[in-house]
């Protein structure tokens, strides 16, 4: 019987391990297509995400291209807030999502316009 709740146990905690981390958006993401990083971190449930490397354009290090993000309520592993649009030089309101543990999209719809940008998951910023 007690190797029974010790399996349960085990079982439950790799279950429900998953969940945690696919509802944790904090820590490193690599651009999908650029050499870019960014740091997205979280303080009294209120997220930001900082450029933290930027081998194209170095100038925009330490630019804030997440900020005010908050859990969505009416949907798993989404945030709302406000994201960077460079070519606007402003913030929009952004839906940030995380289909899966290590990919985020970030959707920011301007007008009738949207688009869509995927960043990956890593451990550490390269040197």
Same mark, same amino acid.
């Given at each position: ?8 146990? #085990? @079982?439950?905690?790799? $279950? *429900?391990?998953?969940a945690?981390? %696919?509802?944790?958006?904090? +820590?490193?993401?690599?651009? /999908? ?22 081998d ?7 630019? #804030? @291209?997440?900020?005010e $993000? *908050?859990?969505?309520?009416?949907? %798993?592993?989404?945030?709302? +807030?406000?994201?960077?649009? /460079?070519?606007l030089?402003?913030?929009k309101?952004g ?20 688009r ?9 910023v390269?040197?």
């Amino acid at each position: 019987m007690k190797s029974f709740k010790a399996f349960m146990y #085990v @079982l439950g905690l790799l $279950l *429900v391990s998953p969940a945690l981390i %696919a509802a944790d958006l904090s +820590g490193f993401w690599q651009h /999908e297509e650029l050499p870019a990083w960014i740091e997205v971190r979280f303080e009294g449930g209120v997220g930001t995400g900082t450029v933290v490397r930027n081998d194209e354009y170095p100038e925009r290090v330490g630019r #804030v @291209l997440l900020k005010e $993000l *908050v859990p969505d309520e009416g949907e %798993a592993d989404t945030w709302r +807030g406000k994201v960077y649009a /460079e070519r606007l030089e402003e913030y929009k309101d952004g839906e940030i999502s995380l289909p899966q543990a290590n990919l985020m999209r970030i959707k920011v719809k301007v007008g009738f316009m949207s688009r869509t940008v995927e960043w990956n998951r890593v451990e550490a910023v390269p040197p």
